[in-house]
């Protein structure tokens, strides 16, 4: 454990002195959103990659690969590689052209204020939501280590406090160097959690082999189940004669399916990259679109892997389980991984792979953490009080260290939440938020990009209500709103289908562009 911890606290030297001296002496707001537009693009691709590998996924796609013993949700990354191609080729030239620092000024140019303060307003509440949510995950380990250590479960209060105190800890370290330092400390950090996230990866997996008899034969000789090992899934109805709705009702209400792949993750993932400030900030510290259009698309490909080993790793995991049964196992899937790790992984790899998961989690809360900054600064408070350069710089850091604090709160809320529910599945919660409002910013962005006469200042806050209310209809939003206030919610009509999360963004576009459309642009 003493040469864990050793590994750890390198871990921790190594990013806060990485990361405030590759941010220091910048003098304006645009240097430190965008870092003088200097990022080279291997680096740019690393950061991407750093960041979307959250502490959500980094425990809870091996959970989902430990629960339904396939790779079905691997399926989703056709969607994801289609999706960048798209970015790369119409999103981010635009915003190069039109020259912005918070992608949202595109939207005031294309059709006025309201426009840019309703996208930006979306995005600051949906992606403090998100991003809060996954903090919680990197504490798990914290939770099950000091179980381990005093041989006893906690209790829920003693395990929400724990949570508590890891989600601070993490909160204040990276706010530290992303306060300091902007996107520059921010991407250069993510190069090297990039780095810690593969070596961790190969070296469990290359653990889990060899404490496998016969290695992987002996791991598929248990997987004999009808959809274990399943890559593809069309998720039709198995229901005998069942009939084209009943069909499409169940496709719509699958998670992981060929038609969620190629729609529904396309649309989420031209979402998360295209038009959330989050994603494309990175993008744009790249000198032209052309390195930024190269990153975006190389990481995509890239991701496919990455995601394929954490699947792996989970179905691993169900097979050394079933060969060496533990009755501490956890009972919540996406904690299995990190039982694992504490108790098996060797001393030196095991620090590895805590700081593995440390760095998913400060790599995805930096870049949060920076473009919330800027998007409140940029969207909001300049256009009120513009100020010089030193005191935009001076705001953008307070806003930093605001955001940090309000993102602990969200963590720490989450963290109750799950001790309360320990049934609850992450995945989902965490790609689940974005579906509510991604699909009203896609459905505008898509509006001024792809028409030229389309879409008004006015008709784009009706498009953007309607985006989020058909979303919130077909996912079930208000059964859930009456079920968790103590109520009966009425029973769902048989003709209204229930979505599944990679289809909230879809319906949600369609809904915006469908009324969005309606409006004429002024002075076309």
Known sequence: MVFDLLVVLLYFAAILTIGLRK???????????????????????????ASEISAATFLGAPGEGYALRNFTYLQLAIGTILARFLVGSFFVPAYYKHGV????????????????????????????????????????????????????????????????????????????????????AVIWTDFIQAGILVASLGGTLWVLLSKMPEGWHGARALLTGADDLKLFASGFSTRPGAGLWENIVAVLGNEYTIFAAVIGSTFITLATHGTDQDAVQRMLTA?????SRRAVILSGLIDAPIVLAFLTIGILLWAFYQYHPDPRL??????????????????????????????TAMGSLSTALNALATSF????????????????????????????????????????????????????????????????????????????????????????????????????????????????????????????????????????????????????
């Open 23 to 49: 941010g220091s002496g910048e003098s304006s707001l645009e240097g430190y959103a965008l870092g003088n537009r200097s990022i080279p693009w291997w680096a740019i691709l690393a950061s991407i990659l």
């Open 101 to 184: 620092v918070s992608i949202y000024e595109f939207l005031e140019q294309r059709f006025g204020p309201r426009s840019r303060t309703a996208a930006s307003l979306t995005f600051l509440v949906t992606r403090a939501l998100a991003s809060g949510t996954r903090l919680y995950v990197a504490a798990i380990l914290v939770v099950l280590s000091i179980e381990i250590f005093i041989g006893r479960i906690p209790t829920p209060s003693e395990e929400l406090a724990i949570y508590a105190l890891s989600v601070v800890t993490i909160v204040a370290l990276t706010a530290l160097y992303t306060a300091a330092g902007g996107i520059k």
């Open 287 to 291: 000198k032209d679109h052309r390195e």
């Open 330 to 359: 956890p009972q919540k899937n996406a904690h299995v991984f990190a039982y694992f790790i504490l108790t098996q992984l060797p001393p030196g790899l095991r620090g590895l792979l805590v700081a593995g998961l440390l760095a």
């Open 377 to 524: 600064c940029r969207d909001f408070w300049f256009r009120i009080k513009p100020g010089t350069e030193k005191h935009q710089l001076r705001i953008a850091r307070l806003a930093t260290v605001g955001f940090a604090l309000a993102l602990t709160v969200i963590g720490a809320a989450t963290a109750y939440a799950v001790v309360r529910f320990p049934g609850t599945r992450i995945l989902p919660i965490v790609l689940g938020i974005f579906g509510y409002t991604y699909g009203s910013l896609l459905g505008v962005f898509l509006l001024g990009l792809f028409t030229k006469t389309r879409g008004n200042d006015r008709g784009n806050l009706w498009a953007m209500a309607a985006g989020f209310v058909a979303v919130a209809v077909l996912s079930g939003l208000p059964e859930d709103v009456i079920t968790l206030c103590g109520g009966t919610p009425p029973t769902r009509p048989g003709w209204l289908p229930l979505i599944a999360f990679p289809w909230r963004v879809f319906f949600g576009t369609a809904a915006t562009v469908g009324v969005g459309i309606c409006f004429r642009t002024q002075g076309k």
